[in-house]
Nanobody, 121 residues
């Protein structure tokens, strides 16, 4: 069984910062890409940032220069440092992890429960 736990959401003023964390635990053999999506009510879930196990990153244009993704591979943990936050960043942020649970298994995507980020003007 795999557990994905997020933390760090909350309420912040426009221009402020938050740091989200995502930790994967349980029956994990190998972790590959880790990333963040966000979703507002009535809209699709959009990619915010992702990082491969090799360190390559991908960011949505709307967050480039403001958000930074990082990870601690030894602890299967990922972070999203969010600076210069704007009201339009308000959303539920979901962590995802692509991993295998056994050496011969296929890669599967696991999701966290989501954490609310609210940016007030």
């Amino acid at each position: 069984q795999v557990h994905i736990v997020e933390s760090g959401g909350g309420l912040v003023l426009s221009g402020g910062s938050l740091r989200l964390s995502c930790a994967a635990s349980g029956s994990i053999f190998s972790v590959y890409t880790m990333g963040w999506y966000r979703q507002v009510p009535g809209k699709q879930r959009d990619l915010v940032a992702a990082m491969t196990d090799g360190g390559s990153t991908n960011y949505a244009d709307s967050v480039k220069g403001r958000f930074t993704i990082s990870r601690d591979n030894a602890h299967n943990t990922m972070y999203l440092q969010m600076n210069s936050l704007k009201p339009e960043d308000t959303a539920v942020y979901y962590c995802y992890v692509i991993l295998t649970t056994v050496s011969w298994g296929s890669r599967q995507r696991y999701w966290g429960q989501g954490t609310q980020v609210t940016v007030s003007s």
